[in-house]
């Protein structure tokens, strides 16, 4: 039977302050929490209750044959605690009905992967041990931040009792093999892989509102067809898309929640296809062959665009900066700078230093800085201060200690 995986990311950075050069070693608050309550109360009002609403409806009007996938940040969970708890009561909704996974992740959707893997393994447990105490769940399949991935990423991660990564169906690595299949990775046949079928997610994150693309509008029937006519020995269709796309990046004055309501009964309609969550995929099917990724790849791959985290100077010189005060920090076992250490990671921040070409369509709608100029360089004064900051506390720390007595002394 053929099997449909519905993901949706939701993730959003705290928001940072307009830090200027004369606030350095002055003022140590980076965080706009007005502009913080502003962002979360819009995407709450906009997308996250009212998609949340349908969800839930669609569950409990299948009895239980609709199924849906979450990959939610450390961050956004922070942020919704503190000031919408009423988003998270929703959510524990759809995870009682035990229609509804959560996937393991970066805690503050990092680039932390490529930089450091002590950190980025820091970062997953905090964030599995978020999950477990918010939600009761022990996530089995790891989304990366931006999908970025590799074969030495999927063995540290079967290193840490994980199952399954949903990766991209990057066509390099395919070359004409199909995304719709289960895979698993070299030397390890029972890590597997769920591929993102990059067509189809962004047939409804991209296009869906675009009166110029050939099949619009895009109704729910018409995708259902697209998924019914997929040919035999397709195991399972992955969509990928950001939970914004509903209400922020697709109005609703577009249909999106409509498209989203009709959906699974039109899926439904054809008895030989099914919602699925890709934890019981990976458990049911048997990988087709082997994806064998030894060069990293993101879900950049197939977008033509150049990199957009870390394809300029700005980008190269902040990245480096933030990681290279890894050992300091550590050091100073100070949990309100490590916590602030994490928030300064998140991509997002390195994507808005991005050339204007190499930006994603959906990150316009939720980029605060009027230029990469403009972010980079409060996001420099920032991380100039909290360095400051840390080297002043481990001197403080230095004095201390050597003013202390040694013990036995004479």
Not at 391 to 396: F, G, L, R
Request: net charge negative; with cysteine; aromatic share 12%.
């Amino acid at each position: 039977m053929q099997s449909l995986c519905l993901y949706f990311k939701i993730h959003q950075p705290f928001q940072l302050k307009q830090y200027h050069a004369k606030d350095i070693d002055v003022l140590h608050s980076y965080e706009n929490t007005e502009a913080d309550i502003a962002v979360i109360n819009k995407l709450a009002d906009e997308c996250y209750l009212p998609a949340n609403e349908i969800i839930l409806s669609n569950i409990l009007n299948s009895h239980g044959k609709f199924k849906i996938s979450y990959s939610i940040s450390g961050a956004i969970l922070e942020l919704l605690l503190l000031h919408r708890p009423d988003v998270i009561a929703s959510f524990k909704k759809i995870f009682a009905t035990g229609s509804a996974e959560i996937l393991s992740e970066t805690y503050y959707n990092s680039l932390s992967y490529l930089h450091s893997k002590n950190e980025f393994q820091r970062q997953v447990q905090k964030h599995q041990a978020l999950i477990s105490e918010l939600f009761g769940l022990s996530p089995e399949i790891f989304r990366n931040t931006e999908l970025i991935y590799d074969n030495k990423l999927a063995h540290h991660l079967a290193g840490l009792g994980l199952r399954g990564i949903l990766c991209e169906g990057a066509s390099e690595i395919l070359k004409g093999r199909s995304p719709n299949c289960v895979y698993s990775i070299p030397d390890n046949e029972n890590m597997k892989l769920l591929l993102r079928n990059y067509t189809l997610s962004d047939d409804i994150a991209f296009r869906f509102d675009d009166a110029k693309w050939n099949e619009h509008p895009l109704t729910a029937d018409k995708f259902a067809n697209w998924i019914h006519n997929h040919p035999e020995g397709t195991d399972v269709i992955n969509l990928f898309m950001d939970y914004e796309t509903f209400g922020i990046h697709k109005k609703k004055d577009t249909g999106i929640f409509d498209f989203l309501k009709a959906l699974p009964d039109e899926i439904l309609k054809n008895p030989a296809a099914q919602f699925n969550l890709p934890s019981i995929v990976i458990a049911t099917a048997n990988a087709k062959d082997i994806f064998d990724v030894p060069q990293t790849i993101s879900w950049e791959n197939n977008s033509g665009r150049l990199n957009p985290w870390s394809g300029n100077v700005m980008q190269n010189n902040t990245l480096k900066k933030i990681y290279s005060l890894e050992n300091i920090v550590m050091k100073s076992k100070n949990k309100t700078a490590i916590e602030m250490w994490g928030k300064l990671q998140a991509s997002d921040y390195f994507h808005f230093m991005a050339n204007e070409e190499a930006k994603g369509e959906n990150y316009k709608y939720i980029n605060p800085f009027d230029s990469p100029k403009e972010i980079y360089q409060y996001y420099t004064n920032i991380v100039f201060d909290f360095e400051i900051n840390l080297i002043k506390q481990e001197i403080a720390r230095l004095k201390k200690k050597a003013s202390q007595p040694i013990i036995g002394a004479y």
